[in-house]
């Protein structure tokens, strides 16, 4: 049960009652998921301010409580990091869900089946994260993930920030699922740009496999420099299954997950491929 409910309106208060061991939450789809303590205290953060999208320069910065449903809205966020997002967003769940279901909350939680950090990976996106004593942190998502201990734990996550790239790029995003609401089996995200005929700033990551989404970097290295060509998928798809280590998991036998992965990766290349190529002509 919950011990205490806080609804501070100011952050520094948050921040505060998070400093003393109590759980933030915003759309709460995740409070009991896994081992989550019992008796615990909770503070809901939705009335921060920390809910708007604001483009700037050369990114986007998205607040931690901005549900999924207004990022797959988010015609404001331009070029392809506005199409990823969007894509991504609206792919979470069902729409009663995607009304809460908040963009800090899905990286937060770090389940392995979570979309959005998929393709935030894939955008090289960053979290800024809070805490009652010190500056706010400027952290990037990649290294967060590859790390044991999740690195807002203690703080919150207040904002994500994606960079807006330039010139003739291109995205593919694929997810596979039994329904349209259902936990992806896997998913994944590749970003490329298209310089003189190549694949360059290519990013490749894979979610719902492993216990946490993770880039791809030995797909990323096949790819960078390269045209994209039938051949190089197949072997892109035939190192996938090499390599991948995939999660126990009741819902699919392992190999089936990680012929799934393989094909979707290859499939993603693929499809950011043409799209850049598209782009160029």
Not at 78 to 96: D, F, I, N, T
Not at 145 to 152: F, H, I, Q
Not at 271 to 277: D, F, R, V, Y
């Amino acid at each position: 049960m919950i011990a205490a409910y806080h609804q501070p309106e100011a952050l520094g208060a948050a921040l505060e009652l998070i400093a003393k061991g109590a759980t933030p939450i915003a759309g709460a789809t995740g409070l009991y998921t896994g081992r989550a303590r019992r008796d615990h205290e909770v503070v809901d953060v939705t009335r921060l301010g920390l809910d708007g999208i604001a483009v700037a320069g050369d990114a986007v910065r998205i607040g931690a409580t901005v549900t999924l449903a207004e990022l797959a809205r988010a015609t404001q966020i331009p070029g392809m990091a506005g199409a990823v997002l969007r894509k991504a967003a609206r792919a979470v769940a069902s729409a009663p869900l995607r009304n809460v279901i908040t963009v800090g909350g899905n990286v937060a939680h770090l389940v392995f089946w979570a979309d959005m950090p998929v393709a935030l990976l894939a955008l090289d996106a960053t979290i800024e994260v809070q805490r009652a004593a010190g500056q706010p942190s400027q952290l990037a998502l990649d290294a967060c993930l590859r790390e044991g201990k999740k690195a807002w734990d203690g703080g919150l996550i207040t904002s994500v920030r994606v960079p807006l790239a330039v010139g003739k790029l291109g995205f593919g995003y694929e997810r596979f699922t039994r329904t349209s609401s259902d936990y992806a089996f896997a998913s994944a995200c590749v970003t490329l740009g298209l310089v003189d005929g190549s694949a360059r700033q290519v990013r490749v990551a894979l979610g719902a496999v492993q216990g946490r989404p993770s880039r791809l970097t030995e797909v990323e290295a096949m790819v960078e420099g390269q045209a994209v060509t039938p051949e190089l998928c197949k072997s892109i798809e035939q190192r996938v299954r090499d390599m991948v280590q995939v999660a126990p998991n009741f819902r699919a036998p392992a190999e089936y997950r990680r012929e799934l992965a393989a094909v979707l990766v290859g499939r993603a290349v693929e499809n950011a491929w043409a799209w850049a190529s598209r782009e160029d002509g």
